[in-house]
């Protein structure tokens, strides 16, 4: 079965250095998402993409962050000025359609430590 | 915005016993509800969801029903067994067949199975 794959599966980082973290959706999908979930916590979203452009994004996806498909292949999120609140697991994830029409199907995460 | 509560934070149930978890969301226009699963070290699992034109859906062990009207949904896990131990995570969304919307999750539920 077609699966999300995320990398690295473990990024550490210093407070203020920049972190690209990479996400190669399902082949035949078109909507693409970044989610994060803190330690104990739920899991909660960043941004919606689609089209080439961002389609919604949460109050956390501030001007810190971006998002860019560089190619027919990858996702990236990337963080420029990393904190220490930014430590958390990353999940990407693709849809084939609207939420309506089909599931999402996430990756099984970056864990993004920030020293 | 959405808000998602889920219930209980913890659940333990003897082998071959069900297990019942339930969400409450506040945004009544919300018509996607998916259940996730997510085992230690890995990306939510979609395990199974519902749409708002339906009250119940079953797929083998696995059953969710929704309560339009009290706002709530609860997922069944009938004959439980060791390798159902996870965190399961409820959400919600407004999904339309013109674009896709975020997912808002719960708090998640740890079960754990007793052989």
């Known amino acids: 079965e077609p699966e999300v794959t995320q990398t690295p599966s473990h990024q550490v980082t210093q407070m203020g250095q920049e972190v690209i973290l990479r996400c190669v959706p399902i082949s035949n999908h078109l909507y693409f998402y970044w989610y994060r979930q803190i330690l104990g916590q739920k899991v909660e979203f960043l941004v919606s993409f689609y089209n080439n452009e961002i389609s919604e994004k949460s109050e956390i996806f501030d001007d810190q962050f971006s998002v860019e498909r560089p190619d027919g292949s990858n996702f990236t999120l990337k963080i420029r000025s990393t904190k220490l609140e930014d430590s958390a697991m990353y999940f990407c994830?693709?849809?084939?359609?609207?939420?309506?029409?089909?599931?999402?199907?996430f990756g099984n995460g970056t864990r993004l430590t920030v020293t | 915005g959405e808000n998602v509560e889920q219930h209980p934070s913890t659940l333990s149930v003897q082998e071959g016993d069900s297990a019942v978890i339930k969400c409450t969301y506040s945004?009544?226009?919300?018509?996607?509800f998916p259940w996730y699963k997510q085992e230690l070290g890995k990306g939510p699992q979609l395990i199974i969801d519902i749409r708002s034109n339906v009250g119940e859906k079953k797929d083998q062990r696995i059953a969710v029903t929704l309560n339009k009207t009290a706002k709530h949904f609860s997922l069944h896990i009938t004959e439980t067994q060791p390798e159902d131990s996870a965190v399961y995570f409820c959400a919600a969304s407004y999904g339309s067949n013109f674009g896709n919307e975020k997912l808002t999750f719960g708090t998640g539920t740890r079960l754990t199975i007793i052989p």
């Open positions: 994830a693709s849809s084939r359609d609207s939420y309506y029409n089909s599931p999402l199907h």
């Open positions: 945004d009544s226009a919300s018509n996607y």
